[in-house]
């Protein structure tokens, strides 16, 4: 089956498509500057990167040069757009309405629209996208696939927050947690590495992107997860602060003269490694600047690698041990210097990195050493084959 996969922001849209027989991919790339200009970056598999400029005033015509370049004469990987059996979006929020990928229908837009307050600045432009390919491509199932919804079997004691109970009643004021695609997708790689039962297994999965999560997965089901409500909790992240007391925020924002907005936004955009170090939320300038001696930006680095060490160690005393862990995204993938920083800390589990194998960029691999009791892999995260994977098995059912 050939399956779309979307993933649309307020203003952009990455898009792949995928043969699920042998989850190829046959064509990816993107749509930037939706509502601004319009550019389109397309690339067929073997093939150059094509890049067009041409405006796109909504997600609509985004979607309509995708479909274009995707049966594009020289250049396209489809003879038709029937051949598209299946389209596949990546949705934000699903709130405790979702707690697994599902058709889309006019009732399930409704219920994620109603999700909208939880995630203001991406599930309305996850509408937008799914909305555009209804237009388009009417007859096409569609399937949601959720990042909240890998986590959304979390026992209470781990999701709800220590404040009046009525706020959880009330508007629904609780742990969610993100990434949840790429914290499946990494889980059930890593069972299947280690050769164990997915079901019978402890995996601490760090996602260690711009944006980072960790989460617990015991025999399959994430039991605990950094990101909270928002994805502003836990991992000190490029520019997100991560676990703040509260009261710190109160205290900045009165001397600065600011509203909640305003303290928010700092968390947000202001803070984590880029706030630190002051000189950037990308991991090889902090590693080039501290190479040279930059104390702020060695400083972030060490205070990143510690805050996941706290995780780790808390995870393993949520799931009464550890089993795996594996390192993913961006961080996870890319830094040795921030796998061995992490795992320093944890030679109390037995845990041995072999230095040589954690020379790594990207690639699955082994990095603990043989004896080491707790097995460690770097696994890239693919997110988009994720997706197709439920929107396959969804449409599969539904028929
Ligand atoms: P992601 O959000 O998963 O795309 O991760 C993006 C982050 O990964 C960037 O901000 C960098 O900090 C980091 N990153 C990406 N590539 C590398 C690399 N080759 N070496 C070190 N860090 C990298």
């Given at each position: 089956?050939?399956?779309?996969?979307?993933?649309?922001?307020?203003?952009?849209?990455?898009?792949?498509?995928?043969?699920?027989d042998?989850?190829?991919?046959?064509?990816?790339?993107?749509?930037?500057?939706?509502?601004?200009?319009?550019?389109?970056?397309?690339?067929?598999?073997?093939?150059?990167?094509?890049?067009?400029?041409?405006?796109?005033?909504?997600?609509?015509?985004?979607?309509?040069?995708?479909?274009?370049?995707?049966?594009?004469?020289?250049?396209?990987v489809?003879?038709?757009?029937?051949?598209?059996?299946?389209?596949?979006?990546?949705?934000?929020?699903?709130?405790?309405?979702?707690?697994?990928?599902?058709?889309?229908?006019?009732?399930?837009i409704?219920?994620?629209?109603?999700?909208?307050?939880?995630?203001?600045?991406?599930?309305?432009?996850?509408?937008?996208?799914?909305n555009?390919?209804?237009?388009?491509?009417?007859?096409?199932?569609?399937?949601?696939?959720?990042?909240?919804?890998?986590?959304?079997?979390?026992?209470?004691?781990?999701?709800?927050?220590?404040?009046?109970?009525?706020?959880?009643?009330?508007?629904?004021?609780?742990?969610?947690?993100?990434?949840?695609?790429?914290?499946?997708?990494?889980?059930k790689?890593?069972?299947?590495?280690?050769?164990?039962?997915?079901?019978?297994?402890?995996?601490?999965?760090?996602?260690?992107?711009?944006?980072?999560?960790?989460?617990?997965?015991?025999?399959?089901?994430?039991?605990?997860?950094?990101?909270?409500?928002?994805?502003?909790?836990?991992?000190?992240?490029?520019?997100?602060?991560?676990?703040?007391?509260?009261s710190?925020?109160?205290f900045?924002?009165?001397?600065e003269?600011?509203?909640?907005?305003?303290?928010v936004?700092?968390?947000?955009?202001?803070?984590?490694v880029?706030g630190?170090?002051?000189?950037?939320?990308?991991?090889?300038?902090?590693?080039?600047?501290?190479?040279?001696?930059?104390?702020?930006?060695?400083?972030?680095?060490?205070?990143?690698?510690?805050?996941?060490?706290?995780?780790?160690?808390?995870?393993?005393?949520?799931?009464?041990?550890?089993?795996?862990?594996?390192?993913?995204?961006?961080?996870?993938?890319?830094?040795?210097?921030?796998?061995?920083?992490?795992?320093?800390?944890?030679?109390?589990?037995?845990?041995?990195i072999?230095?040589?194998?954690?020379?790594?960029?990207?690639?699955?691999?082994?990095?603990?050493?043989?004896?080491?009791?707790?097995?460690?892999?770097?696994?890239?995260?693919?997110?988009?084959?994720?997706?197709?994977?439920?929107?396959?098995?969804?449409?599969?059912?539904?028929?």
């Amino acid at each position: 089956m050939k399956v779309l996969v979307i993933n649309c922001g307020s203003s952009s849209l990455k898009y792949q498509v995928i043969d699920s027989d042998t989850e190829g991919v046959l064509a990816k790339g993107l749509c930037e500057r939706i509502g601004i200009d319009g550019r389109l970056v397309y690339q067929p598999a073997g093939g150059d990167k094509e890049i067009t400029d041409a405006p796109m005033p909504t997600h609509k015509e985004a979607v309509r040069m995708v479909l274009d370049a995707l049966v594009n004469e020289k250049t396209g990987v489809l003879k038709s757009l029937d051949e598209v059996e299946a389209i596949g979006h990546r949705v934000v929020h699903g709130e405790e309405k979702f707690r697994e990928s599902a058709l889309i229908t006019d009732e399930m837009i409704k219920t994620v629209e109603s999700c909208n307050d939880l995630a203001p600045l991406h599930n309305p432009a996850n509408i937008i996208g799914i909305n555009a390919c209804r237009e388009l491509m009417p007859n096409v199932p569609m399937v949601g696939v959720f990042d909240t919804a890998f986590h959304a079997h979390m026992p209470a004691k781990a999701y709800m927050y220590g404040i009046p109970y009525k706020y959880y009643e009330q508007y629904k004021v609780r742990r969610y947690g993100f990434h949840g695609t790429s914290h499946s997708f990494v889980s059930k790689r890593a069972a299947e590495l280690a050769g164990k039962p997915y079901n019978n297994l402890k995996t601490i999965v760090c996602h260690l992107g711009n944006g980072a999560s960790i989460s617990a997965v015991e025999n399959g089901v994430s039991v605990d997860t950094s990101m909270g409500l928002s994805p502003l909790e836990g991992l000190i992240m490029g520019t997100r602060s991560g676990d703040i007391d509260p009261s710190a925020i109160e205290f900045i924002a009165k001397k600065e003269g600011w509203d909640i907005s305003r303290a928010v936004q700092m968390l947000n955009k202001e803070s984590g490694v880029d706030g630190i170090s002051g000189v950037s939320s990308d991991f090889r300038d902090l590693e080039a600047a501290a190479a040279e001696g930059n104390e702020r930006a060695q400083l972030a680095l060490d205070m990143f690698c510690y805050r996941v060490a706290k995780y780790v160690g808390a995870y393993t005393a949520a799931m009464n041990g550890v089993d795996v862990i594996a390192f993913t995204a961006g961080i996870g993938e890319n830094t040795k210097i921030v796998r061995q920083g992490v795992c320093d800390y944890l030679t109390f589990l037995g845990i041995t990195i072999d230095d040589e194998a954690n020379n790594v960029k990207g690639e699955e691999k082994l990095i603990s050493t043989p004896d080491s009791k707790v097995k460690v892999y770097v696994i890239p995260t693919n997110e988009e084959l994720a997706i197709c994977r439920e929107t396959v098995e969804i449409v599969k059912n539904s028929r």
